[in-house]
């Protein structure tokens, strides 16, 4: 075979490429530096993140993907081609076969949008797409081709998607834009508003990994928190705890909350007897926020735990699914052609 067959998790937060017999071997934040003047990019990944809220009015930070979807289009392809280059190399002939996470509540538009960026960026035609959830459950090695109930909830950088998943095929879904960057307004808002202190998105974002949690925790977590002094203009550092940032995070955690309630009302009897069984499994990084399990299984009455590897899950899936494409296509809704090489 002269092309290689990768999975792309291009996600809102991060992009993460897999390929088949390697693993993930691109894992970088979503972001793009961009020179202002000439309109050319500067930085992809891990270098233009660096740089995030230290740049000179010459160079732009953008980040092409929002709430799950493409936000800028011209950047998206560009940051695409990037990383597929960066995995196949420049050869014309090695364009790969490539399957695509979308979300599951995406628009025929925005599914259009995500594989005409690929195929620009060099993936073999037609690229293919999958609904995250069913890529997160195949990277999470749940069972998803038997004909049993499996829940998974994926929380990324933009959106929370909860599906119940039987035989490669989405029974039930739902989707909301909250998630992981809500969290982090969130963070920031609370912050800026009990102690008159401004700060970043990346201070948010540690602020969440070092001491966020979704209850309180029995041993309470601190850290400091750099940024500007609203009331003075200069620079200060707080403490703050775990327990301010659980209630600070509360309404975000309840819409999340409400999307999970919504799909498992929503399930089928049968299959609900099958979750209850075998629980619900967290994907993305927002599985990763303390005791968030432990928030759904005491709201919902069903166990809940996070897959083994929650931040590969879905890129790990989508590489997976190269090997079931024929299964999941036959499985879509009859008037739903955007999926898996629909040309």
Known sequence: MLFKRIGIDLGTANVLVY???????VNEPSVVALAVRKNTIVHVGNDARSMLGRT???????????????????????????????????????????????????????????????????????????????????????????????????????????AVISMFGLVVSHSVRVAGDRLDDTIAAYIRRRHNLSIGDRMAEEV?????????????????????????????T?????????????????????????????????LASDIIDQGIVLTGGGALLRRLDELIAQETGVPCYP?????????????????????????LPADDETLVGAY
């Open 208 to 236: 969440k990994l070092e001491v966020g949690a979704a209850m309180p925790l029995d041993q309470e977590l601190r850290c400091q928190v750099r940024g500007r002094d609203l009331v003075t203009g200069l620079p200060k």
């Open 19 to 25: 390929e088949r017999g390697k693993g993930v071997v």
């Open 56 to 162: 000179p009015d010459g160079i732009s930070i953008i980040r092409p993907m929002r709430e799950g979807v493409i936000a800028d289009y011209t950047i998206t392809e560009a940051m695409l081609r990037h990383f597929i280059q960066k995995v196949c190399g420049r050869w014309r002939l090695s364009a790969p076969e490539v399957v695509i996470c979308i979300p599951a509540g995406a628009t025929s538009v925005e599914k259009r949008a995500v594989r005409d960026a690929a195929e620009s960026a060099g993936a073999r035609k037609p690229a293919h797409l999958i609904p995250e959830p069913l890529a997160a459950a195949l990277g999470a090695n749940i069972p998803v081709g038997s004909p049993r109930g499996n829940m998974v909830v994926d929380i990324g950088g933009g959106r929370c998607e909860a």
């Open 238 to 270: 707080i403490t703050v705890t775990s327990t301010e940032i659980s209630q600070a995070i509360a309404d975000p955690l309840t819409q999340i909350l409400a999307t999970v309630r919504n799909v498992l009302e929503r399930t089928p009897p049968e």
């Open 307 to 331: 897959a083994p590897d929650p931040l590969r899950c879905v890129a790990v899936g989508a590489g997976i699914a190269l090997d079931y494409l024929e299964d999941i296509k036959r499985n």
